[in-house]
């Protein structure tokens, strides 16, 4: 892949991006992909309102490690005064090496506060927002959109030039409908559109979920870097196998069932560290669902899981799911 001058700003070496997914990029996830090798990671979307008002809940959804670079805070706001003040409150606290303007958000909470996805709808109120962050602020900013509002109303290119105009520096595309969701299929000749129509770095997100797929999006769209979101839930290890399929041609072995829940176990310490023993195995329900479908007795480690009631059960459960995949890894 290309080296582009923003990717050279940031020392990015293979353009491999988590998405940003609430309830889920918090810090010990982030790590994690890190480790596997996701070079650029946001934060869950941050409301701007919560930031002026300096929420407490937003300002540590903000947080992050210097051993996280670069990283990006979302932002998510329909006001372009509030935008930014909240990017340049941001750029000068928080500090992060770019901010990206959340365009896609279709949940329903979000949109109905006119944020989100249905700026798609109001592409000259989107083009304020997006001016008046950039003029804001000296760090890159960047946007995440979805393909338009439905399928009547696709902004691909058209909101290419708006947004070059404005002054972003990267658009990631995740080539479905905000009325779609997540069902059906991303889209992926969409990318190849809006790169066809934009001077811009184009990033491709939607439906990666092996080293392949990336691989296949790539060649299909010649986006200048891939952003894996779902594909990572329970599977960080992914970027590992991404990126060695991209930087070597070869595709290395998945972890064992085994070594999969010893990492389990290290995610499950991080958020454990990082909430607190009240909360952890409460948060940490999901990630346990994600991390042990499909394996050996799964099902029926997750239901004790799901059962929990305590940090300290939660950590039984995971040491004793591992030692039985020891055992049965051994008898097999
Ligand atoms: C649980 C969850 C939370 C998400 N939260 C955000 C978010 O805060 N900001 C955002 O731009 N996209 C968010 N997304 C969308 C993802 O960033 C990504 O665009 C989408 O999942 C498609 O990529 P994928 O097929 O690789 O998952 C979220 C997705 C999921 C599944």
């Given at each position: 892949?290309?080296?582009l ?20 990029t ?23 309102e ?37 990017a340049k ?8 090496d ?35 962050v ?15 509002w ?91 196998t ?7 041609g ?24 990082f ?25 029926h ?5 799901m059962?929990?009631?305590?940090t ?21």
């Amino acid at each position: 892949m290309k080296t582009l001058p923003l990717f050279e700003k940031l020392h990015v070496r293979v353009p491999l991006f988590l998405a940003p997914m609430a309830g889920v990029t918090d810090m010990p996830f982030r790590k994690l992909c890190r480790t596997f090798g996701a070079e650029v990671t946001y934060s869950e979307f941050v409301s701007s309102e919560g930031i002026i008002r300096k929420n407490k809940k937003t300002l540590r959804f903000m947080s992050y490690e210097e051993d996280e670079h670069p990283f990006g805070i979302q932002l998510f706001g329909y006001q372009p005064h509030v935008m930014a003040e909240a990017a340049k409150f941001i750029q000068e606290t928080i500090n992060p090496d770019l901010i990206d303007l959340n365009f896609g958000c279709p949940v329903s909470k979000v949109v109905k506060n006119g944020a989100g996805s249905v700026l798609l709808k109001d592409l000259p109120l989107l083009r304020d927002i997006a001016t008046a962050v950039c003029s804001a602020v000296t760090i890159p900013v960047t946007a995440k959109i979805r393909a338009g509002w439905d399928e009547t109303h696709l902004v691909i290119p058209e909101i290419a030039p708006l947004l070059e105009e404005s002054g972003i520096q990267l658009i990631t595309l995740h080539p479905r409908t905000a009325s779609m969701r997540y069902k059906g299929k991303a889209d992926w000749t969409l990318i190849r559109r809006l790169k066809e129509n934009t001077s811009l770095p184009v990033i491709g997100n939607g439906d990666i979920r092996s080293a392949d797929d990336a691989l296949s999006m790539i060649e299909q769209t010649a986006c200048d870097g891939v952003m894996v979101g779902r594909g990572a839930l329970g599977n960080p290890w992914l970027f590992h196998t991404i990126r060695s399929a991209l930087t070597t041609g070869k595709i290395p072995k998945n972890p064992s069932d085994y070594e999969k829940i010893s990492l389990m176990k290290k995610h499950f310490n991080e958020v454990v560290s990082f909430y607190g023993k009240d909360h952890a195995y409460k948060l940490f329900k999901k990630h346990f669902s994600w991390y042990t479908v499909g394996l050996p007795h799964g099902a029926h480690f997750r239901q004790k899981a799901m059962m929990s009631t305590s940090t300290g059960e939660m950590e039984n459960i995971i040491d004793s799911y591992r030692t039985f995949l020891e055992k049965h890894e051994v008898c097999q």
